[in-house]
């Protein structure tokens, strides 16, 4: 189960880098817009190293018992 934890973080990357990707796209045209993708950039990138974090301490905790 822990693979797909795994995978699903990387997912966070990715809709960060879709995100990132858009908001250059409309830097010029939609500056509004262009922030609020940026906001979901960040949001995207504090997920991942909060669900990794989350992940790591579960496995630790598992490998205790």
Do not use: D, H
């Amino acid at each position: 189960m822990s693979k797909y934890y795994k995978y699903f973080e990387y997912a966070y990357l990715f809709i960060a880098a879709f995100f990132l990707y858009e908001s250059i796209r409309i830097w010029n045209t939609e500056r509004s817009g262009a922030y609020l993708f940026i906001f979901f950039v960040v949001i995207s990138i504090l997920m991942f190293f909060f669900k990794r974090r989350f992940r790591r301490k579960i496995e630790e905790r598992n490998k205790q018992e």
